[in-house]
């Protein structure tokens, strides 16, 4: 049967409606019904990167101890670091005695000798010879001690290393003269300007390397003479300076008694045995009591 016109386009209407709808259908979003676990934040998110755990920006910079900046408190080494200083020894207080001895002029241009001070105060006096034997050992011992000494010390014998001398000198020791050439015949082979040559010798040299002009002289060997006398005074020098007491191969030697007396001139040298012979003159110096003092405080010519 025939369909009019009418309604073939009534049916094709209605065919295209559900067309139009099927296709607006599939275009669509789909939506879900899920929530997200995950709360969103309101704050700004940074734009810097992480830092790994233990890098040095993620650690608070800190003073050291050395006033320098470290990180997370850890001291960064540095070789300009001062060292930790050595302490220094302790001295003992030294007893102060006032000196009840004068030292005697020069009389008609002769330079007295003393070998033995006369005084009631106990009070010994070190004197150290020549300058052979240079060790640390022996720095070190009247160190521990704390002696002072008077040092005549021979040029020649010195010559190879005079500084090693200052060490004593920083101890409280004195620098004296013990000639240049440490000739012990001196008295009986030269005449008196050759001895004056060889005494100021050592004048000039004491006073180049120590920064002192010598006070007292030793005679080589102990022997003097008025012409030595006359020599000395000339070289500006106070005294000759001998002995009564001495240390010597890990003893002592007396010339009078058999112990150490008050105001004894002890002797002793720079040798090899050094440490025996302190030793005995320590021991003989304790037992008789007795202070250790610089012979020319006691004099007053330091």
Avoid at 54 to 67: C, R
Avoid at 81 to 87: C, E, I
Avoid at 99 to 114: E, H, R, S
Avoid at 228 to 233: I, K
């Amino acid at each position: 049967m025939p369909v009019s016109q009418p309604a073939r386009r009534a049916v094709l209407g209605v065919f295209g409606a559900s067309l139009v709808a099927g296709l607006s259908a599939c275009a669509a979003p789909e939506t879900t019904t899920a929530q997200s676990t995950v709360p969103q934040s309101t704050a700004p998110q940074s734009t810097t990167p992480e830092l790994p755990h233990g890098s040095a920006s993620a650690s608070p910079e800190v003073a050291g101890p050395n006033g320098g900046l470290s990180v997370g408190g850890e001291v960064p080494p540095s070789s300009s670091a001062a060292p930790t200083p050595t302490p220094a020894a302790t001295k003992r207080i030294r007893r102060t005695f006032i000196p009840d001895y004068q030292l005697p002029p020069i009389v008609g241009g002769l330079a007295p000798v003393i070998t033995k001070i006369e005084t009631k105060h106990p009070v010994v006096f070190l004197t150290i010879d020549d300058g052979n034997i240079k060790t640390p050992e022996s720095v070190k011992l009247m160190a521990d001690y704390d002696y002072p000494a008077s040092l005549f010390l021979t040029r020649d014998t010195i010559a190879d290393n005079p500084a090693f001398f200052n060490a004593f000198k920083a101890q409280g020791s004195l620098v004296e003269n013990h000639t240049v050439t440490h000739n012990i015949n001196m008295v009986r082979q030269w005449g008196y300007q050759q001895q004056l040559n060889d005494i100021v010798g050592m004048q000039d040299y004491a006073l180049q390397h120590y920064g002192r002009r010598p006070t007292l002289f030793r005679p080589p060997g102990g022997a003097y003479s008025n012409v030595m006398r006359q020599a000395v005074a000339a070289a500006g020098m106070k005294a000759i300076i001998t002995w009564e007491a001495k240390a010597n191969a890990g003893k002592m030697d007396y010339q009078v008694g058999n112990s150490l007396r008050p105001g004894d001139i002890v002797l002793m040298h720079f040798r090899a045995e050094f440490a025996a012979d302190l030793a005995a003159f320590r021991a003989a110096q304790l037992a008789a009591g007795l202070e250790v003092v610089l012979l020319e405080d006691f004099l007053g010519v330091a």
